[in-house]
């Protein structure tokens, strides 16, 4: 087999790929604005999972870009949407497009891109198109459950841990998972093979989403490229604060649903007050066990997919770097 591609190479293809979709459709007010968000850059961990994941099994994972992109594309759709809905101004330093436009451009521009992204995986050919479909859709059922989910929890004090893994699991961990699946069964991987790659992305995905919730309590505001305490303070339903609420003491506990309930007050008292019941309770030390217990759990299933080590040594480093946000 000829030399793997680099994590570097890949996502070079992909943004590559991305500058040349056309636009070319009209009216212009309609597809502008999704030109803009995929022209924003970001990780774009999805498709890179993807191509990583085909290219343990065959070269030139160019030959999958479509689905890839489809996949960055319905990504993007999603954070157009949860934008809006969370009135957020800004998305990786720019304007959000429900700012820099209007809501109602938003929402039609977000629906548009639903399509394009089903538009782009169809081009995966007939011989996986029902599967690939299949499970692209379940995963996109899913997120929209994950989110309602989400939704739901603000109104709700008495949300249990597992309710919560349950959440990130739909709104995260199942669109890595369904990358990397595609990905395997794109390249005509065994059945086992899939189906390990899939778990494994559910669990680096939970790990992932966990990593971010102790980030913005505890990340550099430098590396972790926003002002931390934003889930303390709009009391964002968190692994953190779920677990806060119950191992606190009767005295933390009161104190923390002060926090809570206060209408006024000064964000960073409101955040510091916060950090400092959670180390008291030790919610740092707790969370950073459940993401490592996480992590671990993704290594098992990287460990039993059926490929040399040496092929598997891009994707486990990638998805190691991953989680190195914090350093």
């Known amino acids: 087999m000829e ?3 680099s994590a570097e190479q890949i996502l070079n293809l992909i943004s590559e790929f991305i500058k040349k ?8 007010s309609l597809y502008e604005p999704i030109k803009y968000v995929l022209s924003m850059g970001g990780k774009r961990i999805r498709p890179t999972l993807m ?3 085909y290219n343990l099994y065959k070269d030139n994972p160019a030959d999958i870009l479509s689905s890839a992109v489809a996949l960055e594309t319905y990504h993007n759709y999603t954070l157009l949407h949860d934008d809006l809905m969370d009135n957020a101004d800004l998305r990786r330093g720019h304007e959000t497009v429900h700012k820099k436009w209007n809501a109602n451009t938003a929402i039609l521009s977000g629906d548009s891109m639903l399509v394009m992204a089903y538009e782009l995986m ?3 050919g007939n011989e996986h198109l029902k ?3 299949g499970l692209f859709t379940e995963t996109a059922l899913e997120i929209g459950e994950g989110q309602q989910y989400d939704i739901d929890f603000e109104s709700r004090n008495d949300v249990s841990e597992d309710e919560y893994i349950e959440m990130i699991r739909l709104k995260t961990s199942v669109l890595l998972a ?3 699946k595609i990905g395997a069964v794109l390249a005509g991987a065994p059945k086992e093979d899939a189906d390990n790659l899939y778990k494994f992305g559910e669990q680096i995905g939970l790990a ?3 990593q971010d919730d102790y980030l913005d309590v505890y990340g550099d505001e430098k590396v972790f490229g926003k002002a931390i305490g934003g889930d303390i303070t709009s009391n964002k339903k968190t692994y953190m604060l779920i677990n806060a609420f119950l191992r606190a003491d009767d005295a933390q506990r009161k104190e923390l649903a002060k926090w809570i309930e206060a209408k006024d007050f000064d964000r960073t008292e409101k955040v510091n007050a916060v950090t400092n019941l959670y180390n008291e309770i030790g919610i740092d030390k707790i969370a950073e066990q459940k993401i490592a217990f ?5 290594t098992k299933y990287l460990d039993a997919v059926n490929v040399s080590e040496e092929r598997k040594a891009i994707l486990r480093a990638y998805a190691e770097k991953m989680m190195k946000r914090k350093y």
């Not at 996480?294 to 993704?298: A, I, L, T």
């Open 122 to 124: 169809k081009k995966c």
């Open 131 to 133: 599967e690939v479909l």
């Open 208 to 210: 992932f989403q966990l």
């Open 51 to 53: 191509l990583l994941a």
């Open 21 to 28: 979709l056309p636009f070319d459709r009209k009216p212009k």
């Open 294 to 298: 996480y992590f671990e759990q993704s």
């Open 3 to 5: 030399k793997q591609l």
């Open 178 to 180: 369904c990358a990397l």
